[in-house]
């Protein structure tokens, strides 16, 4: 495993030329060439990697994504978050980005088992099929059998994927700080802000008992609603390596004619999980983000079961009052209190218009309201409300970046269960009532004299503090810490090349590493 300070820039630029040589191959850096906001040595550096490559007509970003590795396919199902980042035609692309890998072998996951939990395999389970049931870039998937006779399924880390992962990304972490530091539209679109947060959520994936406790929190919430669970953890056969739940016999929630066949009423099991999908954002805070439809399933009676809680996102009160008003403003055409909302949260810098934002809104909310999913949808408004950022100076908010994905996973399941189904009338009556009980007037009573108590109750702490206080910054969260990357033409100035020699042996590097991954690939080192 590596660290940011001791990787040679060398080790990096390696790694982008090799990995950007598998994206020229698919077509993938097309582009980013064509692409007026990228810096100029990112399109010469594309350029290089490309050099001799047979490209095919069309790109295939999922494509690259899956060739490069584990780390790539993950940041690709990030990546596919982020058209205004990537551009439409390449976010699109990775939607379809599947996390499939070639199983690893049995015996490989039985010893991972076995030195996890320090006993026999025979002392934990009764039964495992040695054939996994699903087998991705970071674990895989066994069913098995309790020796106390419960049915469960296993999941077990690949081995050696937490070294893996820690080495791209501290690559990732180089690249993206070179890429800001370049200025324009790179910095405004924080691209180090985003490998922070997709370090964050893998390495919550990369460790077991995190998923597990994410399952644990999310049943206790979605407790009382009926027709949606989560499966039970077994605690005592759940590890950072090795997480064990319970068996789920269900129909995916993909297989339609499979549903129609038991007789599930569609319409109905399409409400129920833009419901369940509401329940957790806007009431918990905390919600499934991973709500593809093989990770779901119905059972008999109807009930919809999610699985994989690997990747689960969360806002704070403030935030999630402030999606209710704004989707409760689009959904009622109101958007001079929608554009309000994004200059209260300082989405929106206050130099702006509010009046000028509003108008920008209509013209993304207007043209669907009143009509089913079918003809208009909210991920349609969500690439609308990308495509209005760059005017307004908004700079991403990752802390909804998983939200905004996760309504797009949602309403696609949704409308191929009920083509008919309009979200926004689906979604009015909850989030009204919602806004009603936290919002109206006795709930805004109750929480300023909660708000005033805690105040008084701190006084002392905030007189003594108060000179460290920054102001308040609405509902952006702070951002987790960056790390340190030394550029490499400070590097090169440090060593006394000044700025000027940085950036030639910058280029150098780029090109002898680009020849050598020329060579490398045409004859067969490469793959």
Known sequence: MEDLGVTRPATHIWRLLKWGRTLARHGALRGIERDANTPDPVKRLARIARFGTIQPKEPDYAGAFRAIGPAAIKLGQTLATRPDLVGDEAAHNLLSLQDSLPPVPFAQMRRQIESSFERPLEELFSEVDPDPVGAASIAQVHRAKTI???????????????????????????????????????TRLRPRLTIANFKRWTNSELDLRREAASASELADAMRGMEGYRIPSIDWDRTNGRVMTIEWIDGVKISDQQALIAAGHDMPDLARRLVLAFLTQAISGGF?????????????????????????????????????????????????????????????????????EFATALRAVGEPMRGKPVSELSVGQMLDGLFAITRDFDMQTQPHLLLLQKTMV???????????????????????????????????????????????????????????EQFPAKGGAPDQPPLPDVELVWERSARKGGGVLSGWTGYVVAAIAGGGIVFAGSAMGWLG
Do not use: C
Request: hydrophobic share 45%; net charge negative; proline share 4%.
């Open 148 to 186: 106390e006779g419960r049915d469960v399924a296993i999941k077990v880390l690949r081995p050696g994927i937490r070294e893996k992962f820690a080495d791209d990304i501290t690559t990732y972490e180089w690249a993206a700080a070179h890429l800001e530091a370049l200025g324009g539209e790179a």
């Open 287 to 355: 919600f499934h983000a991973d709500m593809h439809q093989g990770n779901l399933f119905v059972q008999a009676d109807g009930t919809i079961v999610a699985i994989d809680f690997g990747i689960m996102g969360r806002i704070d009160q403030r935030a999630r009052q402030w999606l209710a008003e704004i989707l409760y403003g689009l959904i009622t055409g109101d958007y001079k209190r929608v554009a309000e909302i994004h200059f209260e949260a300082q989405y929106v810098p206050s130099y702006h218009s509010v009046d």
């Open 409 to 467: 996973m949602v309403e696609g399941i949704a409308t191929q269960l009920d083509p008919s189904i309009n979200m926004w009338e689906t979604s009015a009556p909850y989030v009204r009532s919602w806004m009603r009980d936290e919002l109206g007037p006795e709930a805004a009573i109750a929480d300023r004299i909660r708000q005033d108590t805690q105040t008084l109750l701190r006084l002392p702490q905030l007189v003594r503090r108060m000179e």
